[in-house]
């Protein structure tokens, strides 16, 4: 019989967009719980900053500069992470993000849209997962065991308005999941997992412009989200965390290809 195992500790945890707020509190949490980390992000000094406060509070973790748009920043960083720990566990793909200039509103029509920010927005969400997996995912491949976690999104359920750039991105990034999911167990072992969460609304910096007004309150389309969220309101950077580490233990064992909402109730309802 197979044992119900939450416990992450001593595992190796590679997460990119490390030095941003969600994939940052992802990293303490596991390290609580014993994991260890390497962070990685474009901004070193950032993935650094949240290395050393892991480190200072007793966990172990490593800051490194890594672009993942850039295959030979990639494989350098990943040189670094095997010789620090010498395996990987799991990689976590967090980089993603939007831009304003790829975003319909009522300055900017679709029909004017910076196409450079419209490729901005699907490379790094989906090509830098996919560049980010092809490096990583060869030690998983190699050593036949392992798993992956990608941040897609409730864009990636159902279009979303204005975001036109970023709801494509994401739906990519649920596809590739499922994907490479049975890619990986096709080809290179049945021991590998890829699963993705999809974060309901949280404030961040990407999508404040459109949730809040300078004062706070919420735009119009802030409201309609917390209307249509039967929670009531946005989401925590920690309450994405709880998920992540569920699906790297154990206990998710048989969970495989799977895009789990973390929405407080978003997906569920129509609003009506």
Aim: net charge negative; proline share 3%; glycine share 10%.
């Amino acid at each position: 019989m197979r044992e119900i195992n939450f416990d992450i500790s001593g595992k190796v945890v590679v997460i990119t967009g490390a030095g941003g707020i969600i994939c940052g509190v992802m990293a303490k949490e596991m390290a609580k719980r014993g994991a260890k980390t390497a962070l990685l992000d474009v901004f070193a000094e950032n993935a650094q900053k949240t290395a050393d406060e892991i480190c200072e509070s007793g966990g172990t973790a490593i800051g490194v500069k890594a672009d993942v748009l850039d295959r030979k920043s990639l494989e350098e960083a990943r040189d670094v992470v095997m010789e620090k720990f010498g395996t990987i566990d799991v990689l976590i793909n967090g980089a993603g993000g939007n831009k304003k200039e790829a975003t319909v509103s009522k300055e900017l029509d679709f029909f004017h849209l910076d196409t450079e920010a419209f490729k901005w927005v699907f490379d790094l969400n989906v090509t830098g997962a996919v560049l980010t997996t092809m490096v990583f995912g060869e030690i998983l491949a190699r050593q036949g065991h392992g798993s992956v976690i990608n941040i897609a999104s409730m864009a990636a359920y159902h279009p979303l308005t204005n975001t036109v750039a970023y709801c494509g991105a994401k739906a990519a990034v649920a596809n590739f999941t499922e994907w490479m999911a049975a890619h990986f167990n096709q080809n290179y072992s049945k021991e590998i997992r890829v699963n993705a969460i999809a974060p309901g609304f949280l404030l961040t910096t990407q999508n404040q412009f459109l949730m809040q007004k300078e004062d706070g309150t919420p735009t119009d389309r802030g409201q309609r989200v917390l209307n249509k969220t039967p929670m009531g309101r946005y989401g925590e950077p920690e309450e994405m965390a709880g998920p992540v580490i569920w699906l790297c233990s154990e206990a998710a064992s048989f969970v495989n290809g799977a895009v789990i909402p973390v929405d407080g109730g978003f997906s569920a309802c129509w609003g009506i």
